[in-house]
């Protein structure tokens, strides 16, 4: 049934079916189509990979037991089917509504191994775990546990392509490759949708994007991060792309001033409540930014709140790309598709049903 959904699914991205945003064609495929997570038949242990940090890892055995150090490949195995597989998550995961939704029996049974700048290996090594996957802050960590005869990969998913690596990565060691491929198709199909609406607009149509960083608007997406990549993807020219580097960058208010966004976006991965620790309000009563054109203009958006961070490297972040665009191109894609691909996307690799409609139009 898998690979018979599997080819389905690439007919509906061929031919398009279905209407998507701006009249163009969008693929939607039916909720609750993917089988349960299982082995892969081409899956043959002893395996060896080289994981997102160059590292060459060998696992002598499909993994049953895994350690995630972080949300965003925390989030990853759920999408693929694994949570039964993860016996320890990153801390402070009762804060996350994802889990609430999809895996709330993770909350109470997976153990606390801290974070990505703090991971603590006591409580990993307590867990008992046969794979780790580790984010690249706490990429030391995996020598170590490499030592100690447990096999550990890294990840680094900035930027859509290493998104898909590292799903794929994932699926690979744990034997379930059908399970990845299936989420990219949907990813392909959703990408193909959006270029569709946005390859009529004339490069003086993109707009200038102002990503602020979760905790600070004094801090922005260089081009190197996944969310330079999303607003590229959703028809804007990134502000920070004169910056290096993969991660939130500190600016200047003249720097603020010399990129004169048109729009600014403010995202809400920063905490426990699901909001961010500051508002648009807070931004546009900012007498130093009095003078760049999103202010001006009262375009500076929250990104919505109550369920994950859109704007992150996780399974979900395509919804951010098409809630981006139906934000700086409303008049390509409404807000209700987004909405509607949204409410797919849960039930299909999520497994629940979205509760409530915080997307009807962007929150000023």
């Not at 031919?15 to 701006?22: N, P, R, S």
């Not at 060459?56 to 089917?81: D, K």
């Not at 191109?329 to 807000?335: A, D, T, V």
């Amino acid at each position: 049934m898998k690979r018979f959904f599997s080819i389905l699914l690439l007919f509906a991205v061929i031919l398009t079916q279905a209407t998507g945003c701006a009249g163009q064609s969008g693929a939607d495929i039916q909720p609750h189509a993917l089988a349960q997570e299982s082995p892969s038949p081409a899956a043959q242990f002893p395996m060896t990979v080289t994981d997102q940090a160059g590292n060459t890892v060998t696992l002598e055995y499909q993994p049953q037991r895994i350690v995630s150090g972080y949300y965003i490949s925390s989030s990853a195995c759920i999408a693929l089917g694994l949570k039964d597989r993860l016996v320890g998550i990153e801390e402070k995961s009762e804060a996350r509504p994802i889990y609430q939704q999809a895996a709330p029996e993770l909350i109470e049974s997976a153990a606390n191994v801290g974070s990505a700048k703090a991971f603590d290996l006591e409580a990993c090594l307590a867990a008992e775990p046969d794979l780790v996957i580790l984010p690249g802050k706490a990429k030391d960590y995996a020598a170590t546990l490499g030592e100690l005869g447990i096999p550990a990969i890294v990840v680094n998913p900035e930027g859509h392509q290493k998104l898909v690596e590292m799903l794929r990565l994932i699926a690979q060691v744990t034997g379930i490759e059908e399970r990845a491929e299936e989420l990219v198709s949907y990813y392909d199909a959703v990408i193909t949708e959006i270029d569709a609406a946005t390859q009529a607009l004339d490069g003086d149509a993109n707009p200038v994007v102002y990503f602020c960083s979760p905790s600070s608007y004094m801090a922005t997406a260089p081009r190197g991060m996944y969310q330079a990549d999303l607003i590229r993807t959703a028809g804007g020219i990134n502000a920070g792309d004169s910056l290096d580097g993969d991660s939130w960058t500190e600016v200047s208010y003249e720097q603020i001033l010399a990129m004169n966004p048109d729009v600014i976006i403010i995202p809400t991965n920063n905490m426990a409540n699901g909001q961010p620790d500051y508002h648009a309000e807070d931004l546009m009563a900012d007498p130093n930014l009095a003078d760049v054109a999103a202010v001006q203009s009262g375009a500076v958006y929250n990104m919505p709140a109550g369920l994950e961070a859109w704007d992150s490297p996780v399974p979900s972040g395509v919804l951010g790309m098409l809630w981006l665009l139906s934000t700086l191109h409303p008049e390509l894609c409404g807000m209700e598709r987004v909405a509607e691909k949204a409410t797919e996307f849960y039930d299909t690799f999520y497994g629940f049903i979205l509760e409530h409609d915080f997307l009807v139009e962007p929150v000023m």
